[in-house]
């Protein structure tokens, strides 16, 4: 049951161009959406989020945008650059319900992205 | 160090035996989480810390799995007769407080490989 889905398993993009990620979700209880990144051989870091009360948050050259009605979230970074090659996960918390705890993130199986000089 | 610590980064076992994960979050964070990521999946919750609260262990895949944290700070993540199937990278992650809106700082992971 895969809650958090992200259906590309890679992407290539040109250095200077736009990238963009996806990310849907069936868990309709979902709230919260994130972004982390992750390099080779580090632990993910975080890279931007955005609350379901909002469809549009930005910061720097990533902007994550969140559709509710379609269950779909995108990651934009404008303009790529080749240090941003790396896995990006898409995860969701929802909000505490029948015991629920807060430390649950649900998160997608990761897209590589690959940019290029 | 500033960042959350795990140890070993590798671990080679042979099927059967114990194994055990050590985690050391950030200093002075009183939430912490245990995630896996097996080869070719997204990370899977297993365990969260919150301080004194009982944790949440609604993610532990079977009762050969175990987690302790003691005095607030370490953590121990213990996989008894492991099989296979266990082979993963094994994250952990803390926050400050637990707070629903906190990002999490991962370590580096431990890669346990099971033969």
């Known amino acids: 049951d895969q809650q958090v889905k992200q259906n590309s398993p890679s992407l290539s993009v040109q250095e200077g161009r736009i990238s963009i990620l996806n990310c849907d979700y069936t868990?309709?209880?979902?709230?919260?959406f994130l972004w982390y990144k992750k390099y080779p051989a580090e632990g993910p870091t975080f890279l931007i989020s955005?609350?379901?009360?909002?469809d549009k948050n930005e910061d720097g050259r990533f902007t994550v945008f969140l559709n509710k009605s379609a269950k779909h979230l995108s990651l934009h970074i404008v303009p790529s650059q080749p240090g941003d090659s790396a896995v990006y996960f898409c995860?969701?918390?929802?909000?505490?319900?029948?015991?629920?705890?807060?430390?649950?993130?649900?998160f997608g199986q990761g897209t590589i992205l690959t940019v290029h000089p | 160090g500033a960042g959350v610590s795990q140890s070993p980064s590798n671990k080679v076992t042979e099927k059967g035996k114990d194994v055990e994960l050590r985690c050391d979050p950030i200093?002075?964070?009183?939430?912490l989480y245990w995630y896996r990521q097996s080869l070719g999946q997204g990370l899977e919750f297993l365990i969260y810390?919150?301080?004194?609260?009982?944790?949440?262990k609604s993610g532990l895949p079977s009762d050969r799995f175990s987690a302790e944290r003691t005095g607030g700070s370490v953590s121990t993540l213990t996989i008894q007769r492991t099989q296979q199937e266990d082979s993963a990278v094994y994250l952990c992650?803390?926050?400050?407080?637990?707070?629903?809106?906190?990002?999490?700082?991962f370590g580096s992971g431990t890669q346990l490989s099971v033969l």
């Open positions: 868990n309709s209880m979902f709230d919260y």
């Open positions: 810390f919150q301080g004194n609260s009982a944790p949440d």
């Open positions: 200093s002075g964070h009183t939430a």
């Open positions: 955005i609350s379901s009360i909002k």
């Open positions: 995860a969701a918390k929802r909000a505490r319900a029948g015991g629920t705890s807060y430390g649950k993130l649900t």
């Open positions: 992650a803390s926050s400050p407080t637990g707070g629903y809106y906190e990002k999490l700082f």
